[in-house]
């Protein structure tokens, strides 16, 4: 079992809809991170969180270290917000100092 | 600032053919990372470099070996290329090992033929 899910594996919405990307993982962390890759180009990091909840413009990223869930929300979805949506976290010191990635989840949002 | 450059972009390989990854960062980061990103699997980490000096294994290291050249630059080397090691390949560095985020460079996209 992968050490980090994610759900769903693609996800096509229509423009404007609210989109939901979920994050399970199995090991302690210090943190979790939410990653956005567009096709063909480059990672850029969108959040690194720790508790509780956080958002930028239209994006918002919560995390329950009880549950160890973690939802990435886009409201208002557009085109532009296609892309490859990348969960990773980072263990605490007992099971190693790196990140561990998702597989990543595949948006397409058509206009 | 360039943040994290990478060199080439892309490149096409026999077997058994070597080559090196370049990677450079401007931002004065401690930690550096190399990963390979393979379809319908996540980034698996090869070697990160904690700071400079040192380096260490990681998921899937077999293959390749790395030289952290001084603080900014961190390379990549394949000895013998297989077409096992096609793939993209990502250079990341952090402020910090560990919980810091990571900043990306653009890849390099690797072909083994």
């Known amino acids: 079992k992968n050490e980090v899910e994610q759900s769903p594996q693609n996800l096509t919405a229509q423009e404007g809809e609210f989109i939901t990307i979920n994050c399970s993982y199995s090991v302690g962390i210090s943190a979790l991170h939410w990653l956005q890759q567009h096709p063909g180009g480059g990672i850029v990091s969108l959040f690194m969180?720790?508790?509780g909840k956080k958002k930028h413009g239209r994006l918002i990223a919560t995390i329950n270290i009880q549950e160890k869930h973690s939802s990435l929300h886009i409201t208002a979805s557009h085109p532009r917000d296609s892309a490859v949506y990348i969960c990773a976290v980072s263990p605490d010191m007992e099971y190693g100092n790196k990140l561990v990635f998702g597989a990543g989840t595949i948006l397409r949002v058509k206009s | 600032n360039a943040g994290v450059t990478q060199t080439p972009k892309f490149q096409v390989l026999k077997t058994g053919q070597s080559m090196t990854l370049q990677c450079a960062q401007d931002m004065n980061h401690n930690s550096m990372y190399w990963y390979r990103q393979d379809p319908g699997m996540g980034l698996r980490l090869i070697y990160y470099s904690a700071s400079e000096g040192t380096t260490d294994k990681g998921e899937v290291p077999n293959g390749y070996n790395v030289s952290r050249l001084n603080k900014r630059e961190f390379s990549l080397r394949l000895e013998s290329a297989a077409p096992s090691q096609t793939s993209v390949y990502f250079c990341?560095?952090?402020?910090?090992?560990?919980?810091?985020?990571?900043?990306f460079g653009p890849g390099t996209r690797l072909l083994v033929l």
């Open positions: 990341a560095s952090s402020p910090r090992r560990g919980s810091g985020t990571q900043y």
């Open positions: 969180l720790s508790s």
